[in-house]
């Protein structure tokens, strides 16, 4: 049974052939492990999927913690300011993204829950669809 299986099965309440280890690692002990920016995990989804798989190599771990990043598909725009970068999603919210510190939201765009964006807008939806990690 592979790590993916045991997770999946103890998940239904079945039968694992033992208890699997499903670490809360987050981008960030990813990224510092492999000598990288926090902040390129966050802004570069290939960056934090090669972190992350490479946590399998360094811990006997079946399964992982996926963190919210950013794509290129939601992004607006990307300006830098003394190390940190800030970048505007398809939302209107800003994000305040350090090089070495977990990202911060700074700024948005909606400012009221009237505003249709909340019904119609998942910034992240784009990301969390995707397939990659549900048929590796």
């Not at 970068?85 to 919210?93: A, E, F, K, L, M």
């Amino acid at each position: 049974m592979n790590g993916k299986n045991r997770c999946i099965q103890a998940l239904q309440f079945k039968q694992t052939d033992r208890v699997p280890v499903h670490r809360q690692i987050d981008y960030s002990y990813a990224a510092a492990a492999n000598g990288i920016p926090v902040s390129e995990c966050f802004l570069y989804p290939e960056v934090y999927a090669e972190a992350l798989s490479s946590m399998f190599d360094i811990h006997q771990i079946d399964g992982l913690y996926v963190n919210l990043c950013l794509s290129p598909e939601i992004i607006d725009g990307v300006t830098e300011n003394e190390g940190n970068h800030y970048v505007t999603d398809i939302s209107g919210t800003t994000w305040n993204i350090p090089k070495n510190d977990v990202r911060t939201v700074c700024e948005t765009a909606i400012d009221s829950f009237a505003d249709s964006r909340l019904k119609t807008l998942n910034p992240f939806k784009i990301w969390y669809q995707r397939d990659f990690f549900f048929n590796s």
